[in-house]
């Protein structure tokens, strides 16, 4: 499923519903149909999600010569997945009292 992130002062962000649902549990939002992110809540929503980025920190290092060679998929983590978002959040954050973001998907997740 894919929930569509829209602002009134950015472009839209379409999540799968997995990352949609990790990010707005870090932020601490219900993973309703709808929902909205008012002014007041940004600046707060942006400092949750920029904390969590830093504790997740960097990948472990290699345990042996194999593990180090090892040819694998990159990792996409949590600060790739999130950036969009919080992106969203600080810039409209700054473009005044009725600007806000919504996230609407087909039903809970």
């Given at each position: 499923?894919?929930?569509?992130?829209e602002s009134t002062e950015t472009g839209e962000i379409l999540m799968f519903a997995a990352t949609a649902r990790t990010l707005l549990q870090i932020i601490g939002?219900?993973?309703?149909?709808?929902?909205?992110?008012?002014?007041?809540?940004?600046?707060?929503?942006?400092?949750?999600?920029?904390?969590?980025?830093?504790?997740?920190?960097?990948?472990?290092?290699?345990?042996?010569?194999?593990?180090?060679?090892?040819?694998?998929?990159?990792?996409?983590?949590?600060?790739?997945?999130?950036?969009?978002?919080?992106?969203?959040?600080?810039?409209?954050?700054?473009?005044?009292?009725?600007?806000?973001?919504?996230?609407?998907?087909?039903?809970?997740?």
């Amino acid at each position: 499923m894919i929930v569509r992130f829209e602002s009134t002062e950015t472009g839209e962000i379409l999540m799968f519903a997995a990352t949609a649902r990790t990010l707005l549990q870090i932020i601490g939002k219900e993973t309703t149909a709808r929902g909205v992110f008012v002014v007041s809540e940004m600046p707060a929503a942006a400092e949750r999600l920029r904390q969590a980025i830093s504790e997740a920190g960097r990948p472990a290092e290699p345990e042996d010569e194999e593990e180090a060679t090892a040819v694998r998929e990159p990792v996409i983590g949590l600060s790739q997945r999130a950036w969009p978002l919080l992106d969203m959040l600080e810039r409209t954050a700054r473009c005044g009292a009725e600007a806000h973001v919504v996230w609407q998907a087909a039903k809970d997740f």
